[in-house]
């Protein structure tokens, strides 16, 4: 298998997918190419991939579950994420703060932040009543409410998270990241056998399966862009456990039923 240089996440994400296609589908597939590595003059592929008798292009891209999700997951973790790993072994009880999804500001010193912040948990929640989940907490020099649980658990600790509301966009934009990576796998059609795209998402919270398989039906209902044969999903919320599903149309219309374990041992071609 042809090595990577300057590895990315996303190119052990494309080795294991090429390895769970060589074990189910394509015996001996093997990684002989990063195109978007070698070609230093336009964006290229991520991968090409080869048997004895066929050859896969495959284009990787990360879908967020919510708009711009990776830009509020850089933000939050800046401004507060870290205080779970900080206060390990310094609270006796399960505290779970949740947050509004797209709350958290930009251009403010995050330090005062997470100190004010970090003072309240310490000092303040311990008076707090167990159980009760409390909403709308306003901290002193914190920028955005809080909804706040306090409860006796075998697993002591703070644990962050993020409220969202539906996002009935989803689809059109899926659509429209997909319409661009087809474009890329175009250039392959005459000197390629399958086309492949490949979604990563990481969200455990957020996105699932069948939630990815719905976005796909309602933006290509009748085909795919000329530049795709298949598009799959992979699940990366377990890093050192990533599925993957070929959640194609074409492919799923004529598969027997199975659920999503009995899907990735025999997932239809």
């Not at 294991?16 to 978007?36: N, T």
């Not at 505290?95 to 251009?107: A, E, K, N, Q, S």
């Not at 644990?159 to 319409?179: C, K, M, Y």
């Not at 398989?213 to 990366?236: F, H, K, M, T």
């Amino acid at each position: 298998m042809s090595e990577p240089t300057h590895s990315r996440p996303e190119d052990k994400v494309i080795e294991a997918f090429v390895m769970y296609l060589a074990g189910k589908l394509y015996p001996g597939l093997q990684v002989i190419e990063w195109p978007d590595k070698n070609n230093t003059r336009t964006p290229d592929i991520d991968a090409l991939a080869e048997t004895a008798d066929k050859r896969v292009a495959i284009e990787h891209t990360s879908a967020d579950s919510l708009p711009d999700q990776r830009l509020h997951n850089d933000r939050f973790m800046e401004a507060i994420g870290y205080l779970e790993e900080e206060l390990k072994g310094r609270i006796n009880y399960r505290l779970r703060v949740t947050i509004p999804f797209g709350t958290v500001p930009t251009g403010i010193p995050w330090n005062g932040v997470r100190d004010r912040l970090r003072s309240w948990i310490l000092h303040d929640v311990p008076h707090l009543p167990y159980d009760e989940i409390m909403h709308n907490i306003s901290v002193e020099g914190v920028p955005f409410l809080l909804t706040v649980q306090k409860s006796i658990s075998n697993t002591h600790g703070l644990f962050l998270a993020r409220s969202v509301i539906e996002d009935t966009d989803f689809p059109q934009r899926l659509q429209s990241q997909i319409d661009r990576k087809a474009l890329k796998l175009a250039k392959y059609r005459d000197s390629c056998d399958l086309l492949i795209l490949l979604i990563e998402n990481d969200d455990i919270a957020n996105m699932n399966r069948g939630i990815m398989i719905n976005a796909v039906e309602a933006a290509y209902c009748q085909y795919l862009p000329s530049g795709l044969d298949r598009i799959w999903y992979a699940d990366s919320s377990i890093p050192e456990s990533t599925q993957f599903w070929n959640i194609t149309p074409a492919s799923r219309a004529t598969m027997i039923a199975m659920n999503a374990m009995e899907e990735i041992e025999r997932p239809p071609e």
